[in-house]
């Protein structure tokens, strides 16, 4: 009798373990707030909308995805501490969609020391693609791509008088690399070239060196606060240049900020427009999020594909994903085809899309292709 009573025990409790099984765990760390939170939440929000879609559905081969967001408020040192509690102690498989440069650049270490793969950094810094990193996988074109796109419809324009502002981190010189040569490829030299301090932008001294320089443009490389409260100082001065900014301030929150002195500024965009239902990505991603009432924004459709080729990767990589299955399942994912954009990978080009395009803020508050 007592011999089977332990049986029955333990097979209650395989039974429970069974049925209890965790779900497949996701890593993130990002500025949930900060200067960067109002388009964080919206690119979340479209991450949210593909993966919480294929949980109600499903999952992933009778197993759900759980993304473990930890906020870092944006900050350097807080990031690489998330992503060590993420790796280190929660144990998921992978890490997805963090923001920052330089908050990517204090997490490598991590990554190479587990061997946990990145997937969708939100940054398109040059120094994710080449050299290629084994454990991060892009999504995004590059900042460098962007930036010369900014310059070259400019020009375009007849703009030859071009300002340029960037943040003093690793993010801010990269956008400036990418400025620079797209000036000379269009054989111009930039009227003023202003350093920004990341944390504390001293616009006192920033609008001034503008203002002096007399551009027809000012090309601001730096994130949210740094860029909204920039330009409103900048037209407070009396400049009506006009501003081109980078797609990491692609969101409705961004232009919330801006308030009335959105409407004009030019922000590059590594997406198709989230109204162009040609794409089936766009289309998709705007059934999911009405059936949610929310309207789709630029980031939350970078958030939506970023999670569609995390979860490809998650379901290449069942049933039991772990780190290496992850690294080896996008390593050999080529030509999948998020809808109308194709992401390939290879162990010799973890680059993802090179799409770049422009929009403006119309005086709707929205951007306009």
Do not use: C
């Not at 388009?39 to 992933?60: C, F, M, P």
């Not at 102690?89 to 890490?95: F, G, H, K, S």
């Not at 003023?192 to 944390?199: I, N």
């Not at 109204?275 to 991603?285: G, M, T």
């Amino acid at each position: 009798m007592k011999y089977r009573a332990v049986l029955s025990i333990a097979a209650a409790l395989a039974l429970l373990a069974t049925s209890a099984r965790a779900d497949i765990l996701i890593g993130q760390t990002v500025g949930v707030t900060g200067a960067v939170g109002a388009t964080v939440k919206e690119s979340l929000g479209g991450a949210h909308l593909y993966i919480d879609h294929v949980n109600a559905t499903g999952g992933v081969k009778g197993e759900k995805l759980e993304l473990i967001t930890l906020d870092d408020g944006f900050d350097v040192k807080r990031a690489a501490e998330n992503a060590r509690i993420l790796i280190e102690e929660r144990n998921v498989i992978a890490l997805f969609m963090n923001r920052g440069t330089p908050h990517t650049e204090a997490i490598i270490p991590l990554l190479e020391k587990h061997d946990v793969p990145l997937v969708a950094p939100s940054t398109g810094a040059m120094l994710l693609h080449a050299p290629v990193k084994r454990q991060i996988f892009n999504v995004r074109s590059s900042y460098q791509r962007e930036a010369e796109k900014a310059v070259e419809h400019l020009s375009t324009l007849g703009m030859k008088r071009i300002a340029l502002v960037h943040v003093d981190d690793s993010f801010g010189r990269d956008g400036l690399e990418g400025a620079m040569k797209g000036l000379a490829k269009a054989r111009l030299q930039p009227v003023a070239v202003v350093t920004a301090d990341r944390a504390q932008p001293d616009f006192t001294k920033i609008v001034p060196a503008l203002v002096q320089a007399e551009p027809q443009a000012v090309i601001w490389i730096a994130s949210g606060t740094a860029v909204t409260d920039g330009i409103k100082a900048l037209r407070k001065a009396g400049s009506a240049a006009q501003v081109v900014t980078l797609s990491n301030n692609a969101s409705g929150g961004f232009i919330k900020a801006l308030g009335d002195q959105s409407r004009g500024v030019i922000v590059t965009q590594v997406f198709p427009s989230e109204r162009s239902v040609s794409y089936p990505l766009v289309k998709e991603a705007m059934e999911l999020a009405k059936e949610k009432n929310v309207d789709l924004s630029p980031a939350m459709l970078e958030g939506f594909a970023a999670a569609k080729v995390l979860v490809e990767a998650v379901r290449r990589a069942s049933p039991n994903p772990t780190r290496a299955k992850m690294l080896a399942a996008l390593e050999k994912m080529d030509r999948f085809d998020l809808g109308g954009l194709v992401v390939s990978y290879s162990p010799t080009d973890h680059t993802g899309l090179d799409f770049a395009d422009l929009s403006i803020i119309g005086s709707d508050g929205k951007f306009k292709r």
